[in-house]
């Protein structure tokens, strides 16, 4: 369902070039939940960002269905993004001086098959479904960290996306929130969604089928994880 | 060095109330290394923000080496957080179209007993003892969560403060960073430093020589780590 090939990513800072990807290779199929691993710096973000289509390689080819996403129009992209995939940011990227349910509308606001009324009760459904049923009207800055990383979560289930692409969704959650969350990509995983996250965290590696690992912008390992 | 006396924090949201700290009596000693645990959204990151004076308890005391806080002046205040408190945020607080040199050197900023040149080359150690010698002119939207979070830590550390309070700060670390990190907090406590930091990992917290455990504002573990 998402092919890399060949993705060479460089960031060029004028003195100094960071050559952040350096030849990626990867299918993921549809139905694969796949973790991703590696040191600080190796390329996750960069790599989840050219996937997800809110950055494009230096050099390579994205396939998005077999599609090269590069002959895309902005309007083709811009609906891939809202409604094919869900993005969990590692930063968030909540929106201030708004609620969490506001915050998690958002991608609905763009999908004229939704009533409002519609709306407030798909984000009201995926907030409590993370935990957060209490918190609808919290503005971003009066939830905790681990809260706010749920909203976020929210945000990228809300539209019912074919893929989930989730760049560190447990990093500021205690065990039992990490599991809960785990427990909800299982439950999408199972129904059919292809989840792909980054974590640092084996533990939470395990529970996915995949393992693919990077060190310095390349692909080092993949494999099926082993189920005892 | 640290006491906290009955500390209640309630939020106040109009129509709801959050009960964030409900009666919390800790005593952080001199050369305590400790972990703080809990589910998301338990208390914790508001009794950091408390006791590193950059929040203001509902009811209840602050003591800093037996002086209760509430009778300080503004100024002592914030030269308590200046030089004797470092803290690293759950969020990291960068500045965004700021370097990660700059973001560091901003605490000595204020220290009039510091050159500017001196505190070129302190924080280019900060940063290199983080990892991060070769990030120096990345603006923080040019670095990853990895080296975001390290560049926050390295600005806790700059100005060689005598309580360290770190609030997640390995939350978006790999394994063998996340241990450097842990190893730096042990070399500072072995010196002589007070640390403090939240952590949702239980690896991480059996680093540190005493947990505490948070749940629902109250404080329901508090002991020293067996070492092996
Ligand atoms: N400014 C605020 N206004 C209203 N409620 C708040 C505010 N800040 C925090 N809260 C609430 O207080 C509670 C405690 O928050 P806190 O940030 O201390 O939790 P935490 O233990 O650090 O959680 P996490 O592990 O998720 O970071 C949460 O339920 C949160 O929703
Ligand atoms: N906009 C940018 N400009 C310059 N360099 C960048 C930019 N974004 C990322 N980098 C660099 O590219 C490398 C890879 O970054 P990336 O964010 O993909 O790492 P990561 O594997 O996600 O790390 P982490 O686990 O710390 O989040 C890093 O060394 C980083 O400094
Ligand atoms: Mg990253
Ligand atoms: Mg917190």
Same mark, same amino acid.
């Given at each position: 369902v998402i092919r890399a090939s060949n993705i060479i990513k460089t960031f060029d800072l004028g003195e100094v070039k960071v050559r952040a990807l350096r030849g990626v290779d990867l299918e993921i199929n549809e139905g694969d939940f796949v973790a991703i691993l590696g040191h600080s710096g190796s390329g996750k973000s960069t790599f989840m960002n050219i996937i997800g289509c809110l950055d494009v390689p230096s050099s390579g080819e994205v396939y998005i269905d077999d599609n090269?996403?590069?002959?895309?129009s902005r309007d083709k992209l811009a609906t891939i993004r809202n409604k094919k995939i869900g993005f969990v940011f590692q930063s968030y990227n909540l929106l201030s001086r708004t609620t969490a349910l506001e915050n998690v509308e958002l991608p609905l606001l763009? +999908?004229?098959?939704?009533?409002a009324v519609e709306r407030a009760d798909l984000s009201k459904k995926a907030l409590e479904r993370v935990g957060l049923g209490d918190r609808l009207s919290h503005l971003t800055n009066q939830l905790s960290g681990g809260q706010q990383q749920r909203v976020a979560i929210a945000r990228a289930l809300v539209n019912e996306p074919l893929v989930i692409l989730a760049d560190e969704?447990?990093? +500021?959650?205690d065990t039992r929130t990490s599991y809960e969350i785990m427990g909800i990509f299982q439950e999408l995983n199972e129904a059919g969604k292809t989840i792909v996250i980054v974590t640092h965290e084996t533990d939470i590696a395990k529970m996915c089928k995949r393992n693919i690992v990077f060190k310095d912008g390349k692909v080092i390992k993949d494999f099926m994880v082993d189920k005892p």
């Open positions: 090269n996403v590069a002959n895309y763009y +999908n004229p098959e939704v009533s969704p447990t990093g +500021n959650l």
